[in-house]
């Protein structure tokens, strides 16, 4: 008898479950969803420069049976068709923005953010903009970077109202961090992504490479110190007279560098102005190269008349 029980009670529970369940989805709810923005028929030649978004912020009410349907029926958008609207300016309110968004029925939208657009109209251009990489490199211990980041291709096309594009110099990719670099690479990074309609992009992707080398370290001895302007009669004397430099770079590249690829030097009218009897000499190297070391830091000199 106790056995017979038990289904009973768990159909029980399960009728009292679901007529809970069918008695609270019965009843008024609200949520926010993120609604795309599709903008349709802009005019050939013309291209909107004020920033209408890709999506507005939509909270919308129903029943809870009308509100779960939107999780198997067709995504809800929001269509403005600029052609309609017959001039090139016009004003979007919310009470018209919920007119156009395809919900099904018995869903409301009751709030709308953005709640008004701008549908400003100007002429269409395209720029060719450098593609800038926005990437941040950490690499592991004793490898380091060796050149520059290089994209390929190195520019890209964007289009757009052409007030907005004369302002714009140049696109970046999205944000990326790569870590632990121990060698070279070359990977298909996304660009930046136009916010709003605005401006348009026509490639979505670029080749992103890194050049990566165990670093090492090398020391340039006996490099000159030349004076800038120095008048023909006279002469400066260093006390040392020459400088040593070690160098961090690439295994590769410290290999193709000699003393010539330094340069130490300091103007006549600094040395004039001095006035503590020392001098730290400017040192330019090839780019990509690190200073560690410079021996001595600070040097004593001597200005006679040349004999």
Known sequence: MQSRAYPIFGASILFALLLWFSITMGEEYQITLQVPLVV????????????IPKSLSVKMKGTGWRLASLSFSR???CILNVASWG??????????????????????????????????LDNY??????????????????????GAVTVKPESVV?????????????????????ADLRESFATEISLFE???????????????????QPFAEKTFSGIPIEVVSLPPNREVIFIPPKIDVVARWGIDQLAT???????SSVAYQ????????FIQPHTEFPPGVRIIVKRPERFQYVIRKRL
Do not use: C, M
Request: glycine residues 6%; negative net charge; charged residues 20%.
């Open 75 to 77: 995504e809800p958008q």
């Open 87 to 120: 001039a090139p300016r016009a004003i979007v309110t919310d009470r018209e923005l919920s007119d156009y968004i395809t919900l099904s029925v018995g869903i409301k939208p009751i709030d709308i953010n953005p709640d008004t657009l701008l549908l400003d």
């Open 125 to 146: 251009a395209e720029k060719k903009l450098p593609v800038i990489p926005n990437v941040a490199l950490e690499f592991h211990d004793g490898y380091g970077l060796v």
């Open 270 to 277: 600094v040395l004039l102005a001095d006035t503590t009897g």
């Open 40 to 51: 349709e028929n802009i005019p050939e030649g013309k291209a909107l420069k004020q920033p």
């Open 158 to 178: 964007v289009g757009g109202a052409q007030s907005v594009l004369q302002g714009v110099h140049h696109w970046q990719t999205v944000r990326q961090t790569f």
């Open 257 to 263: 560098l000699s003393n010539t690829d330094f340069r």
């Open 194 to 212: 136009p916010p709003d309609y605005s401006l348009r992009l026509f490639q979505k992707n670029v080749q992103l490479s890194v050049t990566v």
